[in-house]
Nanobody, 127 residues
Framework: QVHLEESGGGSVQAGGTLRPSCTAPGFITRHYCMGWFRQTPGNEREVVATLDSDAYTRYTDSVKGRFTISKDNEKNTFYLQMNRLKPDDTGMYYC?????????????????????WGQGNQVIVSS
């Protein structure tokens, strides 16, 4: 069973920076689709960014140009660099992954196709 561990959430003022991370200790795989998701009270969990082992990235429109999803291969850790944060970025952020052979993210991949999820990290951006 793969367990994703998250860290790096927090509380910042608008314009600030955070860099949540997500790792799967002891689990190394060649193929992956990895995503960061955000959920706010009363709303469905929505995709923020995805990255797959073909190095293809996708971002939701509201974070384009401000957020960057990446992977440190030496540390086997995924990151979401969050710059110029806005109050609307506030929410619980979750990482999720699929490590199936030959997997890729594609467009509009549904949440249930990510078998592994982190515990979530709260991000609060104050104005």
């Amino acid at each position: 069973q793969v367990h994703l561990e998250e860290s790096g959430g927090g509380s910042v003022q608008a314009g600030g920076t955070l860099r949540p991370s997500c790792t799967a200790p002891g689990f190394i795989t060649r193929h992956y689709c990895m995503g960061w998701f955000r959920q706010t009270p009363g709303n469905e969990r929505e995709v923020v960014a995805t990255l797959d082992s073909d190095a293809y990235t996708r971002y939701t429109d509201s974070v384009k140009g401000r957020f960057t999803i990446s992977k440190d291969n030496e540390k086997n850790t995924f990151y979401l660099q969050m710059n110029r944060l806005k109050p609307d970025d506030t929410g619980m952020y979750y990482c999720a992954a699929d490590f199936s052979p030959n997997t890729y993210c594609g467009s509009g991949r549904p949440l249930h196709e990510y078998p592994y999820w982190g515990q979530g990290n709260q991000v609060i951006v104050s104005s």
